[in-house]
């Protein structure tokens, strides 16, 4: 059974979050999007955890859906072309560790998956010993994130264990400002429990392919939904039966069940190249070194970002690509699109809403346009210039602004808005 799975995301009791971020509009945003199953987040939180446990119900072995009732209320909103009565749960948590090891400070996101809400009670009463759940959905605790691991296999051999975003300056295992330089290294005598790592928006599996600390592992690809409209911007391509043990075994082992990942452009990252916010001062790596890592305008330290680490750990260069490897597949989200063809900023303008919801009751979900149908298809709906943007996304004729120290990069299908007019044709549907 082809699937698709977002497992890291995030409730609204997590900082930073939107109000929207709860079950029910998860719900709704993973069929607009396509998503089959989708990470709960957050189960360590008291307030979330009851909220899962009072809206949703048991599925399929260890999977979960919202309740006939709540589920009734959210597929009125969801276009017959998105509906997707299969939709699953699986209880999902990030947590960040702060500690001191080896003489220098570390900061790491870890995501948990667990089976059973037997399995978070466990791993939620060790860890209310050690700091305060309640304070953010993603708890910030002062614990080796060697031992967050002993605690999670612990509780449940079955726990999946992923570190997150493993590039990202500050908050990841391989990060250039509180990270490690090896899995063994951060891991110790349990660096063999590690199956997987989140590669994370700034860094792709190429990337990752060029260090060989990274060998027989599962690049897994998620979209750290902060709010519903952001789900499935990275995500993960199974072919497997809709339970947890089946996920959590093809993860764990990477066979053929795990067929590979759905990706942001790595450039469109907000740490994919170096740089300083404050001065405007954008680099690749290359550039970086010539200016020894310093600000030219107010002399500084650059924010190091994820390609410059990448090379820092390097031992392949970059062509490298692994005999057997999974698939990989690049997507510019559908709301994007539209702003880029409209010539507006932001996705959530009416304008871009108007028509994201048109193109969606007319031609299905989020990833059967970008990802499987024609562009005859969708020339023949009435979407010529959507057309036109999905088979340059597909074939990577685009134009890229990286991202970097916290600014998203932009990645663009079209120069400019004039550019886009000329492939409207007749019967557009005003688009």
């Known amino acids: 059974m082809a699937l698709i799975v977002d497992l890291h995301l995030h409730s609204h009791f997590s900082r930073a979050t939107s109000a929207d971020m709860d079950l029910p509009h998860i719900a709704l945003w993973a069929q607009l999007k396509g998503i089959d199953v989708v990470g709960t987040g957050d189960f360590t939180h008291p307030g979330w955890l009851k909220e899962i446990q009072d809206q949703l119900e ?60 037997t399995t978070v009670a466990k791993i939620n009463s060790k860890l209310s010993q050690i ?138 990252g907000k740490y994919h190249f170096d ?25 500084k330290p650059l924010v190091l970002g994820v390609n410059y680490r990448v090379d820092q750990l390097a031992d392949r260069p970059p062509s490298f690509k692994p005999t057997k490897h999974k698939t990989v597949e690049y997507i510019i989200p559908l709301p994007e699109m539209i702003a880029q063809i409209k010539g507006v900023k932001g996705t959530q303008t009416k304008t871009v809403q108007e028509i994201y919801w048109q193109i969606l009751t007319e031609l299905g979900n989020e990833f059967q346009i970008l990802r499987e149908l024609s562009v005859a298809k969708i020339t023949a709906t009435g979407f010529p210039v959507l057309a036109e943007a999905v088979q340059r996304m597909r074939s990577g004729k685009i134009i890229i602004q990286p991202g970097y120290d916290g600014v998203f990069g932009e990645i663009k299908v079209f120069e400019n808005e004039d550019e886009a007019k000329q492939f409207e044709g007749q019967g557009s549907l005003g688009f």
């Not at 260890?62 to 749960?89: A, Y």
């Not at 993860?251 to 469109?268: L, M």
């Not at 405007?280 to 070194?289: A, N, R």
């Open 58 to 117: 048991p599925a399929e072995a260890s999977l979960w859906q919202l309740k006939p009732e709540i589920r009734k209320k959210v597929n009125q909103q969801v276009p017959l072309s998105c509906r997707n009565d299969s939709l699953r749960f699986i209880l999902t948590a990030e947590i960040s560790t702060i500690y001191s090891k080896d003489e220098a400070v570390r900061k790491l996101h870890q995501v948990l998956l667990a089976p059973d809400f």
């Open 131 to 268: 700091g305060n759940l309640t304070a953010d959905g993603r708890p910030i605790l002062g614990l080796d994130s060697q031992e967050l691991l002993k605690i999670s296999k612990e509780a449940n051999n079955s726990v999946l264990f992923i570190p997150a975003h493993i590039w990202t300056p500050w908050f990841a295992m391989f990060g250039s400002k509180s990270g490690f330089d090896s899995i063994k290294e951060t891991f110790g005598d349990l660096a063999d429990e590690i199956k997987a790592v989140e590669t994370g928006l700034s860094s792709d599996p190429f990337m990752n392919w060029r260090v060989s600390d990274l060998d027989g592992l599962t690049l897994v690809s998620n979209s750290d939904a902060h709010s519903p409209r952001t789900l499935g911007r990275e995500a993960n391509l199974l072919d497997c039966q809709l339970s947890y043990q089946e996920i959590f075994e093809a993860v764990s082992t990477n066979d053929a069940r795990f067929k590979g990942t759905i990706e942001f452009y790595p450039e469109e």
């Open 275 to 299: 740089g300083h916010r404050k001065c405007g001062v954008v680099f690749s790596p290359q550039e970086t070194k010539k200016h020894q890592g310093l600000c030219p305008k107010c002399g």
